[in-house]
């Protein structure tokens, strides 16, 4: 079946734009994930979803990063007033549920947007 | 403070030889790995995990060991072959997490030379 999917998978933008990133997950996973990956260096977390309901986002370096998932599938993180700093790889990954009692849900990674502020 | 870290940057290896990978983590909290292998220009790709109940886990050419005592975990990849170059990351996550947000390592890059 289709794996996590990401669009655009590279964007350029000028400082001060806002830009929004989307993700559609494996269909029927209910848990999302957004991390933010700086060149050369180990993706980290940024925000969480179960269904439609965010349940972290402690991850988020300010207010100008948002997300959404208002139908429980697909998200859409927004970055407003890109900065050169927010210059990163995105990546979507979702899981089939949260966690169970004893066990452990694998986290599916789409293929990341590339972001650029210049 | 980094939790999970991973100390080599880069390994090189001669095809068929064994690779190892390590990482270390902090966090005692921690009681669930994975590692996950990255080609550039696409998404991480999970390849095996192991629980913080156990101390191996096998998949094929690849092993995961655990040390919980020194807080250590290492994957093997024997025999290693050309298209296991990538970058590889091992990530962590606790309970009780909400989702198990994942921490990840720096990542080490793998060659594997014919």
């Known amino acids: 079946g289709a794996g996590v999917s990401q669009s655009p998978r590279y964007k350029v933008a000028k400082r001060g734009q806002d830009v929004a990133l989307r993700c559609d997950p494996i269909?029927?996973?209910?848990?999302l994930f957004w991390y933010q990956q700086a060149l050369g260096q180990g993706p980290e977390f940024l925000t969480y979803?179960?269904?439609?309901?965010?349940?972290?986002k402690s991850g988020l370096p300010s207010d100008r990063f948002f997300a959404e998932r208002p139908e429980g599938s697909v998200s859409t993180l927004k970055i407003q007033r890109t900065q050169q700093e927010d210059s990163a790889v995105y990546l979507c990954?979702?899981?089939?549920?949260?966690?169970?009692?004893?066990?452990?849900?694998?986290?599916?990674f789409g293929p990341g947007t590339r972001l650029l502020v210049l | 403070d980094q939790q999970v870290k991973q100390n080599s940057p880069s390994l090189s290896v001669q095809e068929g030889r064994i690779s190892i990978l390590n990482c270390d983590y902090t966090?005692?909290?921690?009681?669930?790995f994975l590692w996950y292998k990255k080609y550039p220009a696409e998404g991480p790709t999970f390849l095996i995990s192991?629980?913080?109940?156990?101390d191996k886990n096998e998949d094929g050419r690849f092993t995961v060991f655990l040390n919980k005592s020194a807080k250590h975990l290492s994957l093997h990849i024997v025999p290693s072959q050309p298209g296991d170059s990538a970058v590889y990351f091992c990530a962590a996550s606790a309970r009780p997490n909400a989702g198990n947000m994942l921490t990840f390592g720096g990542g080490t890059r793998l060659m594997v030379k014919p």
């Open positions: 979803f179960q269904n439609e309901a965010q349940l972290d």
């Open positions: 269909s029927g996973h209910v848990s």
């Open positions: 192991i629980s913080s109940i156990k």
């Open positions: 966090n005692s909290m921690f009681d669930y």
């Open positions: 990954a979702s899981s089939f549920s949260r966690t169970l009692r004893g066990r452990q849900e694998t986290q599916y």
